[in-house]
Structure formats: C-alpha cells, structure tokens
C-alpha cells in the first residue's frame, strides 16, 4: 500500500529564524511520514538565500530554490508549487508561510480524514495567532461583493494619499482611532464549526489533487496581498471545494517577511497601500476574466 505523500512549499524571505523554525516543525510533526519540503528563497536583499544552502544543501528531506528575483508572494509560491507537481508527485501540497509552526502530531491523519470526507480541494485550518486576535480563518463566509472591493479600492487610495503628504496621523487622531484599526480580541470560541465554500486565509492552504491536477500554484496577477479572494473565485468559477476544519491548528506569527522590509512606519503604510492597490485592482478585473477549467 502506497503511503499519502505530502510537499509543502516554505517561500522564504528574509525572515531566516522564522523559517528554520518553521521547517523544524514540519519535520518534528510529519516525522515517519511521507514528505518533501520546497523550500523557496525569494531573492532575499539580506543574502539569506545562500546560508539556507550551507544549512539545508545536503539533507534529503528538503529541495531549496534560490530565485534571481523577487517575484512575490503568489509568483513566489507558485515555484516551489510547480515543483512540487512535476518532480514529486504529491497528494497534498501544503503551502504555509515561513511564519507558521504545525502543532500536531495528527496533522496528516486530520487532513487525510477530512479529504476522504469531502474531497476538498483546499483545506484550511484554525490559525492561532499571537494575542489570540480575530484575524484568522475563515477570511469571509461568502464571496464579498464587486461593489466590496471598489469601495475598498478608493478607502486605500485615500490612505496612500494621506500617507503619501505625511497627515495620515493627525487624521488617525482626529478619528480617534488607534493605528487605523478596530481589533477584537477573540474569546476562544471563534469559528469552532467546520464550514465549507469559504474564503481561507493566506498563512497556510492545504491543496488536495483536485486542485493539483488543474492548477500549476495561484493566480500571480498580484503581488502581495489579495490572494485569498482570488483563490476563492477560482474555486467558485470551477465548482471546487473549500473546507475550513478547526479541528486542524496551527500558529501563525504574522507579517514576519513583510516586517523586514521598511523600518519606517510611513514608509511602510505607504508600500502596503500600494501594493493593496493593486490587488484590489486584480481582484476587481478577475470578476470578468477568471474561467472555468474543470470540465
């Protein structure tokens, strides 16, 4: 009997600690299994790309891509993902930030027994965070709206502009609002039930082959940002299945590449909001574009 055999793709950037770390947990949970991990440099600036080769070159569990260029989160990905497919055959393909640590030592029978229930073709699950905030899984219930993403559009071109003429704080103050964000902390019960058809969050997606076997990764018409509503689209438009299981749980640092990249705090809402422009933008035109694949 063939055991399942699992690839997960680990795009690196920067963040080397987070990534070791990271790597450590797959092989601490995924022990005495099946598995392959791509892991994909993502032309780091800090010359981090080369000491993962002095640490990881030899060692059989583990295939590291350096890239000559950055290309993202999405195009990133999708290296390691077409690896993945062409050259290790896989089952699952499993594909989590650097910033995420697996917790169980059931992982794969979890997500073995909820494919054999469903059939998914993308699985995500419970995403605990530090301060145990609401910013986890499921990213939405249902597909947000045209008219969602348009509105958002011209929120965040109003932020880079007050961002871009160095006001953003005073306006933050005169809302009365701390760093421009409202955030609940969650009380432990969010989102216990297993629900299907949802939006999953970015930090971690568990690909089944019925994804595999139509898609070479993701839609890379973004850079950063904006992946999951895409993801999801592509899902509704080919009738695929999404399944968010609580009872699958891992932990997501966050933000811990983007983290490295500006310092300076208007710096950095500035790059975020346009490269948020541009997503929503993607998103946007991909109500018109995106076609069915699965016959």
């Known amino acids: 009997m063939m055991s399942t055999r699992y690839s997960f793709v680990i795009l690196h950037y920067n963040a ?37 080769r002095e640490k990881y070159g030899s060692d059989n569990d583990i295939t590291l891509i350096l890239s000559d260029k950055n290309l993202g989160f999405s195009g990133g990905n999708n290296i390691g993902f077409a690896y993945a497919k062409q050259h290790l055959s896989p089952d699952f393909i499993v594909m989590l930030n650097n ?28 995403v605990e965070s530090p301060g145990n905030y609401c910013r986890s899984n499921p990213v ?35 809302k009365g609002r701390r760093n421009g ?27 089944s082959k019925e994804y595999i076997e139509l898609f070479d990764g993701l839609n890379a018409k973004t850079f950063l940002y904006g992946e999951e509503p895409l993801l999801h ?11 968010y299981n609580p009872a699958i749980r891992i932990y997501h640092k966050e933000d811990a590449s983007t983290k490295t990249i ?21 998103i946007i035109c991909n109500r018109f574009t995106e076609h069915r694949l699965k016959p």
Not at 111 to 121: C, D, G, M, N, Q
Not at 233 to 243: A, P
Not at 272 to 280: E, G, H, I, S
Request: proline content about 3%; overall charge positive; hydrophobic content about 40%.
């Open 16 to 52: 080397t600690d987070d990534t070791i770390e990271c790597v450590d947990s797959v092989r601490k949970y995924m022990a005495g299994k099946d598995y392959h991990i791509v892991l994909v440099d993502n032309a780091s600036p800090n010359g981090s790309g080369p000491l993962l």
């Open 233 to 243: 689209r592509r899902l509704i438009v080919n009738n695929l299945k999404s399944v």
């Open 140 to 174: 939405s219930l249902t597909e947000r709206s045209l008219f969602y993403y348009i509105r958002k559009t011209v929120q965040i071109l109003f932020n880079y502009v007050i961002s871009f003429i160095g006001i953003e704080p005073y306006y933050q103050r005169l």
């Open 262 to 282: 500006h310092r300076n705090a208007r710096k950095k809402q500035l790059f975020v909001d346009k490269l948020a422009l541009k997503a929503n933008w993607a």
């Open 99 to 126: 910033d995420t640590l697996l917790l169980q030592a059931d992982f794969a029978e979890l997500i073995e027994s909820e494919y054999a229930e469903s059939h998914f073709a993308v699985l995500g699950p419970k």
């Open 181 to 207: 964000h409202s955030i609940a902390k969650c009380d432990g019960s969010y989102e216990t039930r297993r629900l299907e058809g949802v939006q999953l969050h970015g930090c971690f997606w568990i690909f």
